[in-house]
């Protein structure tokens, strides 16, 4: 395992690509743009383009490999073996980013045995940011970018350690903002008859997994398929603050460095004790 010290350096060099790649996000956000459909039929700008780039040069100095949406991927054969590897969504949320409702991000998780370990999302619009390390705290930095040259020392000055935000009787259920799914609404229903009142909080991109670490939601289920990008840096942030976030049906921790690299669907809740009730009174 990498020792604690040259994580938080790995930190450091993530946060400070994400700082650079959330201004070149934002350069382009502030002037007209146009956009292109890839062949799976999502869209990308050249923000996402110039993301990528920022963001895999910084990391593929670190000589670990990456894996990142916008960039040729090694075939399973040889990625099967990493160790370690980083995982990178750098615009998460074009749709939200052509509509130009500032509910996008980018995502960055360091994987560990095809685990998460390290997640990092960097909000652009609002120069926040979130980080966490499975299995000790999550933190939040509210004011970006960091001037001169990030190190782990400046990282740690400028985070602030959320706290553990305990169950509350109203259900708050984060949704996406583009699309709420058919299966979605019935498990909402289920939750109104036996748990009471569910409030339905609208967000866009993996900005939904924040408001789980912040405690402005308890759980987020996603039916449709997803990418591994999509999830690593979130899951990686709720493993961080005692979450947790399962196969939507099997219940199972999702795989992640699959021959293919899409996840099925999954539930994601902020405490991980509430998943044993939802998990075993709800119809998934």
Same mark, same amino acid.
């Given at each position: 395992?990498?020792?604690?010290?040259?994580?938080?350096?790995?930190?450091?060099?993530?946060?400070?690509?994400?700082?650079?790649?959330?201004?070149?996000?934002?350069? =382009?956000?502030?002037?007209?743009?146009?956009?292109?459909? +890839?062949?799976?039929?999502?869209? %990308?700008?050249? $923000?996402?383009? !110039? *993301?990528?780039?920022?963001?895999?040069?910084?990391?593929?100095?670190?000589?670990?490999?990456?894996?990142?949406?916008?960039?040729?991927?090694?075939?399973?054969?040889?990625?099967?073996?990493?160790?370690?590897?980083?995982?990178?969504?750098?615009?998460?949320?074009?749709?939200?980013?052509?509509?130009?409702?500032?509910?996008?991000?980018?995502?960055?998780?360091?994987?560990?045995?095809?685990?998460?370990?390290?997640?990092?999302?960097?909000?652009?619009?609002?120069?926040?940011?979130?980080?966490?390390?499975?299995?000790?705290?999550?933190?939040?930095?509210?004011?970006?970018?960091?001037?001169?040259?990030?190190?782990?020392?400046? =990282?740690?000055?400028?985070?602030?350690?959320?706290?553990? +935000?305990?169950?509350?009787?109203? %259900?708050?259920? $984060?949704?996406? !903002? *583009?699309?709420?799914?058919?299966?979605?609404?019935?498990?909402?229903?289920?939750?109104?008859?036996?748990?009471?009142?569910?409030?339905?909080?609208?967000?866009?991109?993996?900005?939904?997994?924040?408001?789980?670490?912040?405690?402005?939601?308890?759980?987020?289920?996603?039916?449709?398929?997803?990418?591994?990008?999509?999830?690593?840096?979130?899951?990686?942030?709720?493993?961080?603050?005692?979450?947790?976030?399962?196969?939507?049906?099997?219940?199972?921790?999702?795989?992640?460095?699959?021959?293919?690299?899409?996840?099925?669907?999954?539930?994601?809740?902020?405490?991980?004790?509430?998943?044993?009730?939802?998990?075993?009174?709800?119809?998934?």
């Amino acid at each position: 395992m990498i020792p604690q010290k040259d994580l938080l350096q790995l930190l450091a060099i993530a946060l400070g690509a994400g700082c650079d790649a959330s201004e070149a996000i934002m350069k =382009v956000y502030r002037t007209p743009f146009g956009y292109d459909d +890839k062949a799976d039929g999502s869209p %990308i700008t050249i $923000a996402d383009r !110039r *993301s990528n780039d920022i963001i895999t040069e910084a990391l593929e100095k670190t000589g670990i490999a990456v894996i990142s949406e916008e960039t040729r991927i090694a075939g399973y054969e040889e990625r099967r073996h990493w160790e370690y590897y980083w995982l990178v969504d750098p615009l998460d949320g074009t749709k939200e980013f052509i509509g130009r409702n500032g509910e996008f991000c980018i995502n960055i998780a360091l994987m560990h045995h095809n685990e998460p370990l390290l997640g990092l999302i960097v909000a652009p619009t609002s120069d926040m940011a979130w980080w966490g390390v499975a299995g000790q705290r999550a933190f939040r930095i509210n004011a970006l970018p960091l001037s001169g040259e990030i190190d782990a020392d400046l =990282v740690l000055q400028h985070s602030t350690p959320l706290p553990r +935000k305990p169950a509350e009787n109203t %259900i708050a259920v $984060a949704v996406s !903002r *583009s699309h709420l799914e058919p299966q979605t609404l019935d498990l909402i229903d289920q939750m109104k008859k036996k748990k009471g009142e569910v409030i339905l909080k609208e967000k866009g991109s993996a900005l939904k997994f924040c408001d789980l670490i912040e405690g402005r939601s308890d759980l987020y289920a996603r039916y449709s398929p997803t990418w591994e990008w999509d999830t690593a840096a979130g899951h990686a942030l709720l493993l961080a603050h005692g979450g947790a976030l399962f196969h939507i049906s099997k219940h199972t921790p999702l795989q992640y460095n699959k021959p293919e690299l899409t996840n099925p669907g999954f539930i994601a809740f902020a405490r991980a004790a509430d998943s044993v009730g939802y998990l075993s009174e709800l119809s998934f």
